[in-house]
């Protein structure tokens, strides 16, 4: 899809921009604890305060639903931001109106404005016209920066490109350029690894993978529901066993399109479910009736990296097992530091994301390593989905 970029932008000193960024950080006890996103934005809102514009952060935080909550105040993001910006910032308690143009006035070229969270109002989830067009009128140009909530048609991701003319920030394109080359037009063999505890939670992933992806990885819980439709008796284990028809429907489609589906055929299995139990690795077919699989076995996580070595291009989404949990980590640490390397050499375009593929690659010591890593969420996974993204759409 063709969108324009901060390449395209003429001459911008004094004008104002209007730039939808990530400030959904998570905080608590009077600080940040993942700044990861605040990073994120930073190229692009120090590229515009280097070419003189004058800048209007807008953002949400938390879930408000249009009501003003002081804990929810964007005011609490303004001190970690300009630490990282190495540059003052103006907090402004509204996001449309004479205190929003007074501080406009206020603020010299190259100056850097957060507008209060635009979730205190109604009319931001429900993109309402009205609200858009007021918010609008500060602004010369609009840049969305944010495509970890390009997943939603709201009034700042998406009814503001309707109005002004509207670019993609650096971190915007990068996402994009990264996800086109990882499923748009990626180089084959393709590899997905989609993990995580419910099928039901990514059948929509996995119903589309399957046509995009030449091999299909599944670990977490859902492998467990895949292992049962396939008769195999998964004793206490985390299972959706009423999608068994839905996954062997997804085999099928799989089969179809010639995609190899690789399941766990080892396990590591545990009578508990805490750090450091006692454990076995066992064929999947051993599985005792009062175990639960907890991991990937180390004989399938050596074959599946067998399989990225013959790979092209990886999009990971998902951990393989339980991996906040030791020793449950260690087949989703092998693999990414497999892929890590395999990108490091030049062999691998890796892509990944969603917050506990985040957690688990930088808990691996590898998401600098990864080719991309989305600070995406929900987003990902629609993309994942073949879903079209309306703040992504609004750019084209």
Known sequence: ???????????????????????????????????????????????????????????????PKGAKHSEMSLSMIVDPLQRLLEQEIM?????????????????????????????????????????????????????????????????STEGLAHILPAYAGRSMEAELKALEAALGNPR??????????KVSTKLDVLTNLVTKVDHLIIGGGMANTFLAARGIDVGNSL?????????????????????????????????????????????????AADEMILDVGPAAVEALADVLKICRTLVWNGP???????????????????????????????????????AALAHAGVAQDFSFVSTAGGAFLEWMEGKPLPGVLALG
Request: glycine share 8%; proline share 5%.
């Open 91 to 155: 907090f402004v308690p509204e996001i449309y109106g004479p205190v929003v143009a007074q501080s406009i006035d206020i603020l010299g070229n190259g100056d850097v404005a957060v507008l209060e969270n635009t979730r205190f109002y109604p009319g931001e989830e429900e993109n309402d016209p009205e609200l858009a067009a007021a918010v609008a009128a500060h602004g010369d140009f609009y840049v969305n920066d944010a495509f970890s909530a390009a997943h939603r048609a709201h009034m």
């Open 320 to 358: 393989l097992g339980a991996f906040e949990i030791p020793p449950f980590d260690a087949a989703t640490v092998a693999l990414a530091r497999t892929a890590a390397a395999l990108t490091k050499e030049g062999s691998l375009v890796s892509v990944a994301g969603g917050g506990d593929t985040v």
């Open 1 to 63: 899809m063709a969108f324009k970029t901060l390449n395209d932008l003429g001459d911008v000193a004094g004008k104002v921009a209007l730039i939808r960024v990530d400030l959904n950080v998570p905080y608590a006890d009077g600080r940040v604890s993942d700044d990861m996103r605040l990073r994120a934005i930073i190229p692009t809102v120090r590229e515009l305060a280097n070419r003189h514009a004058k800048i209007l952060l807008l953002a949400h935080f938390g879930r």
């Open 239 to 287: 299972c959706e066993h009423d999608l068994a028809d839905t996954a062997l429907a997804i085999l099928d489609a799989a089969h179809a399109a010639n995609c190899t589906v690789h399941l766990p055929y080892d396990a590591v299995t545990a009578r508990e479910f805490r750090a450091n139990p006692p454990v076995r690795t066992v064929n999947v077919h051993e599985v």
């Open 188 to 197: 084959h063999p393709v590899a997905a690894v989609v993990g995580g505890a």
